[in-house]
């Protein structure tokens, strides 16, 4: 009996630059080289316009990049490289922009700063052979590599790298590894939750499934994300992460009360001691390095806590001064 064919997709591919500002700006073109190899190994599965999207704002580094540079990094794969330059646009509003240019039957998301596994693509394109799957998310971990990444692997809000390809209904998702058929990224984009600085994808994701839209996580579609590169931006994550933790609860449940920043400050320590006891073996966390990772996740907790009473007394300057 002769196999049925594989089902073929039109894939547009945006990628935000905004990422580069703070943080991984050297990992750019690792992460374009590996998406090229997972396009290389895909090709059975895709159709033309395949295309790739590096959304920027006027003055980024790569805005005057020649494209054909930017081509020269996807060596072997027949494709259109766009450099998409906006003005004063942020990461959601990067994402939407490249989202509004795309062609493709399939829109995929990836930062500019996370490593896609082998087999990401793959995962992510069979996931839509199912014609109730709508939007498909992947897994972001941290590599455990080092104190400093450990810590964060295990307390950050990202799981460990799961071992499991399975594909599952979810009603959560992280914008920096995500999929969506077209018509349904056109139709609810990102949407503006400013002056926040994160957590439009969470708001998305609880309007799609208000909609009944299917959202799926393909465990198998797995990404590496960096933890904070240094702490300059370990200090503006974590009181950004606060910054909009109180704009939300203010949103709605009115003006959040002191206690409860003191409660999420006992929380995040809790968990994440329980998950430094439980899971740090299993990401190579010596018994020395125990108490140090312990550090860590209550430098980042207090800071985060601190981000929440500033956005409570004085918002403008943190967003001024601290923003990512």
């Known amino acids: 009996m002769r196999a049925a064919p594989v089902p073929r997709q039109a894939v547009s591919f945006v990628i935000e630059l905004e990422n580069l500002r ?42 005057g990049a020649p494209e054909t540079a930017l081509r020269n990094l996807f060596r072997g794969v027949t494709l259109n490289v766009e450099a998409l330059v906006c003005e004063g646009l942020d990461y959601y509003q990067m994402k939407n922009a490249g989202a509004l240019r795309a062609r493709g039957d399939l829109v995929i998301f990836l930062d500019s700063d996370v490593l896609p596994d082998e087999g990401w693509l793959e995962a992510m394109l069979s996931a839509f052979d199912d014609p109730a799957v709508e939007v498909v998310t992947g897994c972001t971990y941290v590599a455990p590599q080092g104190l400093y990444r450990k810590a964060f692997a295990l307390f950050w809000f990202y799981g460990l790298r799961p071992e499991s390809v399975q ?62 590169k240094g702490w300059n931006h370990f200090l503006r994550r974590a009181l950004c992460e606060g910054h909009d933790t109180t704009l939300e609860l203010r949103a709605t449940e009115g003006t959040p009360s002191l206690v409860g920043v003191w409660a999420r400050w006992r929380d995040g320590q809790r968990r994440a001691g329980q998950r430094i006891r439980e899971q740090g073996a299993g990401v190579g966390l010596r018994r020395r390095e125990i108490l140090p990772a312990h550090a860590i996740a209550l430098a980042y907790f207090s800071l985060r806590a601190l981000g929440e009473l500033l956005a409570r007394v004085a918002p403008a300057f943190l967003r001024r001064h601290f923003g990512i």
């Open 22 to 63: 703070r943080a991984q700006a050297d990992r750019l073109p690792s992460v374009l080289q590996r998406l090229a190899s997972e396009l290389r190994h895909c090709a059975p599965r895709l159709l033309p316009p395949l295309e790739v999207f590096l959304v920027c704002n006027q003055g980024d580094s790569v805005a």
């Open 167 to 228: 594909l599952a209904p979810t009603t959560r998702f992280y914008a920096n590894n995500l999929a969506f058929r077209r018509p349904i990224i056109t139709a609810h984009p990102f949407p503006d939750l400013r002056p926040r600085f994160r957590g439009q994808c969470a708001e998305l994701a609880r309007r799609l499934v208000a909609q009944r839209v299917g959202i799926f996580c393909a465990a198998g579609a797995r990404v590496e994300h960096p933890p904070p």
